[in-house]
């Protein structure tokens, strides 16, 4: 079974500094890990993925991803936040060793609020 | 929106009637996916799809059934709507390259805002 984790409903942040979102996860085999970022009435829109290599990640929009395996963490953050990234922000799991559709889990999001 | 396009964008229908929402993508990939969006659950895996014909069950695929009679299609269709049925549906798909492993990255369509009162 593949989980994953949003702990936080909402992070406010204001504009200019840096932001984080968490995300924590849970895979039997090793994990393919994913950020979307949803605007509103839009679909989600891929921003960035872990595989392998680097633990981190570099992404669009100037956002990046650190990945911990000991932590079984995969945070999104990005050094200086613009009001434009105020969104909705799903992590995504998958389970690369016992995954036969390619089947993606995803947390239950994060809204990110950025203020002037 | 990855080249997938979703039908109706939004339809208003009344619980015990039959709904179908369309998926269409133009270029061939042989995985599609539907999904429901509810506040607080992310989104959910109703059903997918890995060849003409060849589907599966998701996560939440209770009151769901889906149809694949050619590459481009991915039918769902909710055979008598419920409230509790009322969410928006995503259609994704997840390319792969032509040779090796997959790209491992879902795309999502523009999504359908299905109520059923």
């Known amino acids: 079974a593949q989980s994953v984790a949003q702990p936080e409903d909402q992070v406010n942040v204001a504009e200019g500094n840096p932001l984080t979102v968490k995300c924590t996860y849970s895979v039997s085999g090793n994990p393919y890990l994913f950020w979307y970022v949803q605007y509103p009435n839009r679909g989600l829109q891929f921003l960035l993925k872990?595989?392998?290599?680097?633990?981190l990640v570099k992404g669009s929009y100037g956002f990046e991803a650190e990945f911990n395996k000991s932590q079984t963490s995969f945070h999104l953050k990005k050094p200086s936040a613009l009001v434009s990234d105020s969104a909705l922000y799903f992590c995504?799991?998958?389970?690369?060793?016992?995954?036969?559709?390619?089947?993606?889990?995803f947390g239950g999001g994060t809204r990110l609020m950025v203020k002037p | 929106d990855a080249g997938i396009t979703q039908s109706p964008r939004h339809k208003v229908t009344e619980t015990g009637t039959p709904v179908t929402l369309r998926c269409h993508q133009t270029?061939?990939?042989?995985?599609m996916y539907w999904y429901r969006q509810d506040p607080g659950h992310g989104l959910r895996l109703i059903h997918y799809s890995y060849g003409v014909k060849d589907t599966d069950k998701g996560e939440v695929s209770d009151g769901y059934s889906v149809s694949r009679s050619k590459t481009e299609d991915f039918l769902l269709t909710l055979e008598s709507a419920t409230s509790s049925q009322t969410s928006v549906y995503f259609c994704?798909?997840?390319?792969?390259?032509?040779?090796?492993?997959?790209?491992?990255?879902?795309?999502f369509g523009p999504g359908t805002r299905l109520t059923v009162l």
């Open positions: 995504a799991v998958r389970d690369m060793n016992n995954n036969a559709g390619n089947m993606l889990t």
């Open positions: 270029e061939n990939h042989r995985y």
């Open positions: 872990y595989i392998t290599g680097d633990n």
């Open positions: 994704a798909i997840n390319p792969k390259r032509i040779a090796g492993g997959p790209r491992d990255t879902q795309y």
